[in-house]
T-cell receptor, first 115, second 109 residues
């Protein structure tokens, strides 16, 4: 079974802090994704990566950056957290090829609260 | 810009009923459509992926159909069970990857 893990289930940070959300997958998947999920807005793609050190912006990349130094790990970075970044963050991975044409496997999510 | 809608927003049915969830999208130029389920407070589980060249996919009691020309997909759940209670989301892959808002399903014992 594919396993996607996220470093924290719940996180509380203060405005202006630098925040790292970590995601690890154990199935040698090429593609990895970061989404945020908000009531009334649904899931929105922040960034995705189709290879080590490669990244592509999604629909809402502003205020975020990502890092993929190793194939199994994809980090989402909030350079200076703001209250409007309070959300549920979901990581996903998929096998390879074109990024969205394979089944995506999701982690359990990180619920981030920025005070 | 692709827009994805799902009807109904919420549905409550007695155990054993067959039911249909609907997903509509505005841009028919898609590569594929996926159905997911999400349990409260948890991540998403992929249920079915239909490539644009396919008309339907089946997995156990689930059957998903795709009609690209009309911009519609349906998820059919046969003989519903309380364990099917969850939010069901569709997502389309076209110029970008867009999720629908979901249908919250409750199956009552």
């Amino acid at each position: 079974d594919v396993k996607v893990t996220q470093s924290s289930r719940y996180l509380v940070k203060r405005t202006g802090e630098k925040v790292f959300l970590e995601c690890v997958q154990d199935m040698d998947h090429e593609n990895m994704f970061w989404y945020r999920q908000d009531p009334g807005l649904g899931l929105r793609l922040i960034y995705f990566s189709y290879d080590v050190k490669m990244k592509e912006k999604g629909d809402i990349p502003e205020g975020y950056s990502v890092s993929r130094e190793k194939k199994e790990r994809f980090s989402l970075i909030l350079e200076s957290a703001s209250t409007n970044q309070t959300s549920m963050y979901l990581c996903a991975s998929s096998l390879g090829g074109l990024a969205f044409q394979e089944t995506q496997y999701f982690g359990p999510g990180t619920r981030l609260l920025v005070l | 810009k692709q827009e994805v809608t799902q009807i109904p927003a919420a549905l409550s049915v007695p155990e054993g009923e067959n039911l249909v969830l609907n997903c509509s999208f505005t841009d028919s130029a898609i590569y594929n459509l996926q159905w997911f389920r999400q349990d409260p407070g948890k991540g998403l589980t992929s249920l079915l992926l239909i490539q644009s060249s396919q008309r339907e996919q089946t997995s156990g009691r689930l059957n998903a159909s795709l009609d690209k020309s009309s911009g519609r997909s349906t998820l059919y759940i046969a003989a519903s069970q309380p364990g099917d209670s969850a939010t069901y989301l569709c997502a389309v892959d076209g110029q970008n990857f867009v999720f629908g808002p979901g249908t919250r399903l409750s199956v009552l014992p």
